[in-house]
């Protein structure tokens, strides 16, 4: 608000509407399932399966000067975490934007695995990473990357690492129902309801 146009002012007055029309929505979290995965097996994603077990959802958007990361945590039906942010660099690719959000998720993902252990919910499983990504588990398994930026690689070796240990799976989602979508990008209002229900608990 800097330097205020029409447009920023009108943006700011659909922000308003918005949040006075859905003041009375909030995160349901759901007691009726335990909290613990019980399979490493995950199953195929969508947006109707309540899912209770701690999992992470990454997504990152090239468009723009300095590529955009979206990552959600997602613990008893609804988002305990989420965040929507920029790269400190230009990403030459879109491979590269996806390894920086999914490596990004994982470091904050092993912390929460941390505390959630010390609480009582041990994580017996590796915790599942979802990205829209089809290279992202490819370069998890073995390491190898196109890539020779000393930045990249290191990162990439970093979720191999988390792989091979059992801490982490990374899996691969549809990009048209990624929840973490519209954290990243503008999306049409009836997939991003539908994605939004998925991370506040609605369905």
Request: charged letters at 15%; proline letters at 7%.
């Given at each position: 608000?800097?330097?205020?146009?029409?447009?920023?002012?009108?943006a700011v007055?659909?922000?308003?509407?918005?949040?006075?029309?859905?003041?009375?929505d909030?995160?349901?979290?759901?007691?009726?399932?335990?909290l613990?995965?019980?399979?490493?097996d995950?199953?195929?994603?969508?947006?109707?399966?309540?899912?209770?077990?701690?999992?992470?959802?990454?997504?990152?958007?090239?468009e723009?000067?300095?590529s955009?990361c979206?990552?959600i945590?997602?613990?008893?039906?609804?988002?305990?975490?989420?965040?929507?942010?920029?790269?400190?660099?230009?990403?030459?690719?879109?491979?590269v934007?996806?390894?920086?959000?999914?490596?990004?998720?994982?470091?904050q993902a092993i912390h929460?695995?941390?505390?959630?252990?010390?609480l009582?919910?041990?994580?017996?499983?590796?915790?599942p990473?979802?990205?829209?990504?089809?290279?992202?588990?490819?370069?998890?398994?073995?390491?190898?990357?196109?890539?020779?930026?000393?930045?990249?690689?290191r990162?990439?070796?970093?979720?191999?690492?988390?792989?091979?240990e059992?801490?982490?799976?990374?899996?691969?989602?549809?990009g048209?129902?990624?929840?973490?979508?519209?954290?990243?990008?503008?999306?049409?209002?009836k997939?991003?309801?539908?994605?939004?229900?998925?991370?506040?608990?609605a369905?």
């Open positions: 608000m800097s330097n205020p146009s029409a447009a920023v002012l009108a007055q659909h922000i308003m509407l918005y949040l006075r029309a859905t003041k009375l909030g995160l349901t979290y759901h007691a009726d399932a335990p613990e995965q019980r399979s490493p995950v199953g195929t994603f969508n947006l109707t399966t309540r899912r209770p077990h701690y999992h992470v959802i990454t997504d990152a958007n090239l723009t000067d300095r955009v979206g990552a945590h997602m613990l008893g039906g609804a988002a305990i975490s989420a965040m929507s942010f920029r790269q400190h660099s230009v990403a030459p690719d879109a491979s934007a996806e390894i920086f959000a999914a490596s990004t998720a994982t470091t929460v695995r941390e505390l959630l252990h010390e009582g919910v041990p994580q017996i499983h590796p915790t990473v979802f990205t829209d990504s089809s290279a992202i588990n490819p370069l998890a398994q073995d390491g190898a990357t196109p890539h020779r930026n000393p930045f990249v690689i990162r990439t070796r970093f979720m191999q690492e988390q792989k091979t059992k801490r982490i799976s990374y899996h691969h989602i549809d048209t129902i990624n929840p973490a979508d519209g954290f990243t990008k503008y999306i049409p209002r997939s991003w309801v539908a994605q939004r229900n998925y991370y506040t608990g369905n």
